[in-house]
């Protein structure tokens, strides 16, 4: 069991291409590095200019669904007076036609200005809780465009912030 002498060897490049490859990749690296670094400097550059697109369009579209909504409210509360007023006088003028005031057909007028206000306010009670609807899902949006998660103890409603917007959204 003795062990064999051991054998130094050195490894010198032989042919043309072993040689070239030794040669060209420290020269390569140096000479690419400085136009990688650009690139990636670039790369960087971009990512934090759509980064920042994308923040903006969220606070666009946060910002417009809020009005949204806020008109919506508003428009919500004008059809409902406008619907309970309807009411009164579709009222008022079945009284009138039972006294023999009016005729049948300013009763049935005033009856169908009735019925066409509470679909109007039907509608702004839909249009309010769409509004709200994305409202809630603009606040819920991340630079990227995916959903995310409200902030912990917040159910997106003035009473639980006190503010409006919520600071959270």
Do not use: H, M
Not at 120 to 127: E, I, K, Q, S
């Amino acid at each position: 069991g003795l062990l064999r002498n051991p054998v130094l060897s050195l490894l010198f490049p032989i042919g043309p291409k072993q040689l070239e490859a030794t040669l060209k990749w420290p020269i390569e690296a140096l000479w690419e590095r400085p136009r990688r670094i650009a690139a990636a400097g670039l790369a960087v550059d971009r990512v934090a200019a759509s980064l920042e697109a994308r923040g903006l369009d969220l606070v666009a579209a946060t910002k417009t669904a809020y009005a949204e909504l806020a008109r919506a409210i508003d428009r919500l509360r004008l059809t409902e007076d406008a619907s309970v007023q309807r009411a009164r006088v579709a009222g008022l003028t079945d009284a009138r036609l039972r006294a023999g005031d009016i005729s049948e057909l300013e009763a049935r007028t005033a009856r169908i200005e009735a019925a066409s206000a509470q679909q109007d306010a039907a509608r702004a009670r839909l249009v309010r809780r769409r509004a709200s609807a994305r409202w809630a899902r603009a606040g819920r949006r991340d630079s990227g465009g995916r959903a995310r998660r409200p902030a912990r103890g917040c159910d997106r409603s003035r009473r639980a912030c006190g503010r409006s917007p919520p600071p959270c959204c």
